[in-house]
């Protein structure tokens, strides 16, 4: 009986992968990065320390990272299409009134000075200025589940500026400078604009500076301490001097930060 309900988990699992690599495979031209992408998608779900491509080559049975880096780096696919097919298929699949939005920044440590964006520079990670790459995040989390829904990397000033280095690192030109928190905001505005449905917003340190995407007339945040103003209703601090909490009615209104 067991092995019976196993198998049926087993069978139930794959089809939910070939659902979902269905609905993004049209993302990728080339019929040998559509495959690679099945299972790569497979291996996200095995028992990985480090999502690496050195240890995601090893969880897909691989010699060597050459072909999970091409597929990442090489391979031709548009990341942010593939993006908003994420966030339609989370508000399908996880989508709920009680929904909260969560931005929050993270470090990635490095060693080297090649990977873009790195430079010395304050890691939650570490919880000190290390040498790091650091990435904006939009999480999504409901009573049906929690997943992450969009990312941008940040690029620092010194480095948007530097022409040879963005070159050599493969920096877009349309990419430009921005702040964390108008990373966030943009992320913010991508999910509103794709109807995730929340009821909540809530930001750590990026809400900092962080104009929000919920009333005709936007809402400036200028400093983590102090009240927010402009706003047509009242507004309280939370309890963690760097943690705002917005719960907007469903036209996105901001209500309240607690």
Not at 27 to 36: D, G, K, N, Q, Y
Not at 83 to 109: K, M, N, P, S, W
Not at 160 to 166: C, F, Q, S, V
Not at 247 to 258: A, F, I, K, L, Q
Request: net charge positive; hydrophobic share 40%.
């Amino acid at each position: 009986m067991t092995m019976c309900a196993d198998i049926a988990d087993v069978e139930e699992f794959q089809a939910g992968l070939d659902y979902l690599h269905g609905r993004i495979a049209a993302r990728f031209p080339r019929a040998e990065v559509r495959t690679r992408v099945r299972r790569y998608l497979a291996a996200l779900f095995g028992h990985v320390d480090r999502r690496n491509s050195w240890q995601m080559a090893e969880q897909l049975g691989e010699p060597s990272p050459r072909n999970v880096q091409r597929l990442l780096n090489g391979a031709h696919w548009d990341a942010d299409a593939v993006r908003d097919d994420l966030q339609a298929y989370v508000t399908e699949h996880l989508g709920a009134a009680d929904g909260v939005l969560i931005a929050d920044e993270t470090g990635f440590l490095k060693k080297g000075t090649k990977s873009v964006g790195v430079k010395r520079q304050y890691s939650g990670t570490a919880g000190r200025k290390e040498n790091c790459q650091v990435g904006v995040f939009v999480a999504y989390a409901s009573s049906r589940g929690r997943t992450l829904i969009d990312r941008a990397l940040y690029l620092p000033q010194e480095w948007a500026e530097d022409t040879e280095r963005r070159r050599e690192a493969g920096v877009p030109p349309e990419v430009s400078f921005a702040t964390k928190p108008e990373l966030a905001q943009r992320m913010l505005q991508r999910a509103r604009r794709a109807a995730v449905p929340a009821g909540w917003v809530t930001a750590d340190s990026v809400a900092v500076n962080l104009r929000l995407p919920f009333s005709k007339n936007w809402t400036k945040v200028p400093e983590a301490s102090r009240t927010i103003r402009n706003v047509s209703s009242s507004f309280r601090k939370s309890s963690s001097p760097n943690t705002f909490t917005i719960s907007p009615p469903v036209n996105w209104t901001v209500s309240r930060v607690v």
